[in-house]
């Protein structure tokens, strides 16, 4: 019977101790889960915000690309080579009224945009100076600003700045169009073309006398 007694003893022991040690196990494991779950939740909520700030961002992007697409596209550059006043020996980009074709003299033609195309860019200066006199004769203009808003259809603000700086004068200041010719056309080239006028050119000074 002791023996028994032992026995039995022993026995309650080891399941007593299988017990609490899958009480333990089982406690491990529910603390493990609940740190998983606490990681898994705060990844989740970190997969969110950069979400939403991912989508923030695409918004932004697609608001700016909208603005650039809504915006007019920038005038072209003056001054480099290759320019459509050059190549059409235009170098004031004087327009030909009425689309005809053979309105100045020495034109050869006209482009897509209007501007005449001559067979030298001497007659594109004398073309320019007619219709600078014009201005002043015939429309009351006796400004660069005045010039620059009948003349231009952009740029207006960087084109008359360039000119006024050019002349010395102020950009609505009253000016004598017409004498001061032989600086306002060079200038006038030098902000279509971004050239000099050279000195074969020069023969346009001979119409200006007689102007």
């Known amino acids: ?19 609490c040690g899958g009480v333990f196990v089982g406690q491990r494991a529910v603390q493990s889960a609940e740190i998983f779950k606490a990681e898994a939740l705060a990844w989740h909520g970190r997969a969110q915000e950069l979400q939403r700030r991912l989508e923030a961002s695409q918004n932004i992007r697609a608001e700016l690309e909208a603005k ?7 005038a072209p550059a003056v001054g480099k080579a290759g320019t459509l006043s050059r190549k059409a020996g235009n170098y004031v980009n004087v327009k030909t009224p009425n689309g005809k074709p053979n309105y100045w003299k020495g034109q050869c033609g006209i482009d897509a945009h ?12 004398r073309a320019g100076a007619i219709v600078l006199r014009n201005y ?5 203009i006796h400004s660069v600003r005045g010039i ?5 259809t952009c ?3 960087e084109y008359a700045a360039f000119l006024a700086k050019r002349l010395g ?13 032989p600086e306002l056309l060079p200038a006038m080239v ?21 102007s």
Request: hydrophobic residues 45%; glycine residues 4%.
């Open 1 to 19: 019977m002791p023996a028994s007694r032992s026995l039995l003893a022993l026995l309650a022991g080891a399941s007593i101790c299988v017990a």
């Open 68 to 74: 650039l697409k809504a915006k007019p596209a920038p």
């Open 114 to 125: 209007g501007h005449a195309i001559f067979k030298s860019p001497e007659w594109s200066l």
């Open 136 to 140: 002043a004769r015939r429309h009351n």
């Open 148 to 152: 620059v808003e009948r003349f231009s």
């Open 155 to 157: 740029n207006h603000d």
């Open 169 to 181: 004068v102020g950009e609505n200041e009253r000016i004598d169009i017409v004498k001061r010719m």
């Open 190 to 210: 030098r902000f279509e073309t971004g050239r000099a006028v050279a000195p074969e050119h020069i023969a346009i000074l001979d119409f200006l006398k007689e």
